[in-house]
């Protein structure tokens, strides 16, 4: 196990060193963008429809979008015009400045001891491998600048954590944007130099350095994380410009089987089914052509849709369903109908028209139920 030593660098305990979380912020950007990229995803998801869901989720996906874009700014402006740090380490102690003109100054002299702790916050999460100075409840209740309850802030809890007698003053190094072995090495240093006990003892061990992996203990090398990127970053901008095939696969039911029985009655009264029968060629037949009724079996499918086609291809889902009957002049013919996705309009009991889309048989051109049938087989004579 290597220690801390083994992994120092010469620290210069006289120079004040300052930590501030601009850069904190500005690496959230990539989750701003995220955000905003699904949110441009749900407009164009949503885009068209009159309903109340399409509504409301319009509003929602603007809202993250202008919420991501002021986050963006935000950050860019505080990186180009930074506050005062967050933590400042001089010969005379520490600095941590909680909130606006609100500051903690703990002598070095004041500081027990130091702590590697993990510290568990809101929802579970577990800050690991925090640097914490070890101050009386006495000395911190007389510094406190946040007297009230009600102005603490729901971060309080991980930043002074009560113990006994004593308050753990805890330092993130993720919130400052370096690692914890370089916040232990700055604290630690000056806290020997300056307290007056230079060989004064740690009250738990200095932290070992320890990698952990990224996924069941393997972490990727910076090439392997590059080239993961960049495969994510392909993978999004395909599922971007193909949104709307990932929308008629995910909205359109599976009917592969013996699922289409329930639509064959609908089809004998709103479109009919198609058919080829001897010497006729292709007709339209309903219920009272048959003496009997067969199994229903469906098959899902999506095609692109040239007409709806802009920036990004439109696709369209649909499913032919195929029944084998017998006709009322004996013989068994093969049928076929299709079903797709349409838009219905009925009233709510405030008597106003809501719109939604059921599945429902559509209409099928001669040379498309034609070619269909011959699909199953059932082709036209030469």
């Known amino acids: 196990m290597n220690d801390t030593s083994a992994n120092s660098k010469e620290v210069d305990a006289t120079a004040t060193r300052a ?10 950007i990539p989750w701003a963008l995220g955000f905003m990229a699904l949110a441009i995803l749900v407009l164009f998801l949503a885009r068209g429809g009159d309903s109340s869901d399409d509504s409301e989720a319009r509003v929602v996906a603007l809202f993250i979008i202008f919420a991501s874009l002021a986050y963006i700014g935000f950050a860019f402006h505080r990186r180009n015009s930074p506050r005062k740090p967050m933590l400042e380490l001089s010969p005379s102690g520490i600095l941590f400045r909680i909130a606006k003109n609100k500051e903690l100054r703990i002598p070095w002299s004041e500081i027990h001891g130091l702590e590697l702790i993990d510290i568990r916050g809101a929802k579970g999460h577990i800050f690991r491998d925090v640097t914490a100075a070890l101050v009386s409840r006495e000395f911190f209740d007389a510094n406190n600048p ?3 309850w009600w102005g603490r802030g729901p971060g309080w809890d991980v930043h002074f954590v009560p113990r006994d007698e004593m308050v753990q003053v805890a330092f993130h190094h993720d ?8 916040l232990w090495q700055e604290i630690e240093t000056r806290w020997r130099v300056f307290s007056g006990s230079p060989s004064a003892p740690l009250l738990a061990t ?10 069941f203990g393997w972490k990727p090398t910076p090439p392997q994380q590059r080239a993961g990127t960049a495969m994510l970053a392909a993978a999004a901008v395909a599922m971007i410009y193909f949104w709307q095939y990932l929308h008629a696969w995910i909205t ?16 004998f009264d709103q ?6 029968l001897p010497g006729k060629g292709l007709v339209v037949l309903r219920r009272s052509d048959f003496s009997g009724i067969g199994v229903t079996r469906c098959r899902s499918d999506i095609e692109r849709d040239a007409a709806r086609s802009g920036l990004t291809p439109a696709y369209t889902a649909f499913a032919i369903c195929s029944t084998e009957m017998p006709h009322v002049s004996g013989i068994a013919v093969r049928t076929i109908f299709k079903l797709a996705g349409r838009t219905f ?14 599945i429902s048989p559509v209409e099928m051109s001669v040379e498309e139920a034609n070619a269909r049938l011959c699909e199953l087989g059932v082709c036209a004579d030469a």
Do not use: C, H, M
């Not at 930590?19 to 959230?28: M, P």
């Not at 359109?252 to 089809?267: E, M, R």
């Not at 009233?347 to 939604?356: C, S």
């Open 19 to 28: 930590f501030g979380i601009e850069k904190y912020l500005f690496k959230k």
């Open 146 to 148: 946040v007297k009230s």
């Open 175 to 182: 919130l400052l944007t370096v690692t914890a072995d370089e």
């Open 206 to 215: 200095p932290r070992v350095v320890r990698e952990r992996g990224w996924i």
């Open 252 to 267: 359109f039911p599976d009917f592969n089987g013996d699922t289409g029985t329930y639509y064959l009655s609908q089809a």
């Open 271 to 276: 479109t009919g089914v198609y058919a080829r």
């Open 345 to 358: 309009t009925s009233k709510d009991w405030q008597d106003k028209p809501v719109e939604y889309r059921a």
